[in-house]
C-alpha cells in the first residue's frame, strides 16, 4: 500500500477517535508526511536540474549549429560574389584584349591575375562551404541527441512534479469529504445501486474535471512549473524528420564516420 494511502487512512481513522487517541496517531501522521515531503522535494529538485543541464546541453548544440548556418549563408554570398566578380572581370579583360589585337600588356598581365584569384577565390568558397556541410550534418545530429534528451529530461520532471503534487494533496483530503463520501456509498447501497462505488467516483471525477477546467496555474507562485513549462519543450531549428527516425540518424553517423576515415587516408 502507498505512503499517502496510508497517512490518509490514518488521519481518518484519527478524525473517528477520541481526543487522547486522536493526538497520538495525528502526531504520527505529522511525522510520517514531513519525511514523504522531504522525500518528494529532493526528487523534484533532482528531475529539475537534470532538466536544467539537458536544456543548456540543447541550447549549446543549437548555438553551434546556428554558427554553422550562418557561416554557410556567409561563404555561399562571398562566393556568389566572387563569381559575379570574376565574370565581370573576365568579360571586361577579353574584351580589352581584343581591342588591343592580343597583345599583353602589363596592365593586362595584373588584370588576368586578379581574374584568375577571383575564380580560386570562388572555388575555395565552394570547398568551404561542402565541409561547412559536413560540419552542419555532426551539429544536427548532436541537436537531434541533446534535443531528445531534453524532451526526455522534461516529461520526468513534469511527471515526479504532478505526482509529488498528487501526493500531497492525496494526504491532505478532508475526513469530511471522507465521511461524505463513506455516507454517500451507504445510501447508493441501501438503493440497490449495483456499482455505488463507480458511481462516486465518475461523480468525483465530473466535479474535479469541471474546476480543473477553469483553473490556471499562478506561474510567479509555481517555482518549479514556471521553469518546466506545461508544454513539449519546442525543437526550432532541429531536423524534425532525422529527430524522428533512428535508422535515418544511424545512416547519416555512418556516412559521417566514412567521410572522416576517407578524408583522413
Not at 28 to 50: G, H, I
Not at 64 to 84: G, H, P, W
Not at 117 to 139: P, Q, V, Y
Not at 243 to 250: E, F, I, L
Request: with cysteine.
Amino acid at each position: 500500500m502507498k505512503t499517502e494511502i496510508i497517512t490518509a487512512l490514518m488521519k481518518t481513522v484519527a478524525s473517528t477517535r477520541p481526543a487522547p487517541d486522536r493526538a497520538l496517531i495525528e502526531n504520527a501522521v505529522a511525522v510520517t508526511t514531513e519525511k514523504a515531503a522531504q522525500k518528494n522535494a529532493a526528487a523534484v529538485s533532482e528531475a529539475l536540474s537534470r532538466f536544467t543541464e539537458a536544456k543548456a546541453a540543447h541550447t549549446g548544440s543549437m548555438m553551434t549549429l546556428n554558427d554553422i548556418n550562418a557561416a554557410i549563408t556567409r561563404s555561399e554570398k562571398e562566393r556568389q560574389s566572387a563569381l559575379e566578380e570574376s565574370a565581370e572581370a573576365d568579360k571586361s579583360w577579353r574584351t580589352r584584349l581584343r581591342s588591343l589585337g592580343g597583345a599583353m600588356t602589363p596592365e593586362l598581365k595584373a588584370e588576368h591575375g586578379r581574374r584568375m584569384a577571383g575564380r580560386e577565390l570562388a572555388e575555395e568558397f565552394t570547398g568551404l562551404i561542402a565541409e561547412l556541410e559536413t560540419d552542419k550534418s555532426r551539429a544536427m545530429l548532436e541537436a537531434c541527441a541533446t534535443g531528445r534528451q531534453y524532451v526526455d529530461e522534461h516529461a520526468t520532471a513534469l511527471t515526479v512534479c504532478a505526482q509529488a503534487a498528487w501526493t500531497e494533496a492525496m494526504d491532505t483530503i478532508s475526513p469530511a469529504l471522507v465521511r461524505a463520501y463513506r455516507l454517500r456509498l451507504r445510501e447508493l447501497e441501501l438503493k440497490g445501486e449495483p456499482r455505488p462505488g463507480d458511481v462516486l467516483g465518475e461523480e468525483l471525477q465530473q466535479h474535479v474535471a469541471l474546476q480543473a477546467q477553469f483553473y490556471t496555474f499562478d506561474m510567479d507562485n509555481e517555482p518549479v512549473i514556471s521553469q518546466l513549462g506545461l508544454h513539449r519543450p519546442p525543437l526550432t531549428g532541429v531536423d524534425m524528420t532525422l529527430y524522428k527516425s533512428p535508422a535515418r540518424r544511424m545512416q547519416l553517423a555512418a556516412e559521417l564516420a566514412a567521410r572522416k576515415k576517407q578524408a583522413e587516408s
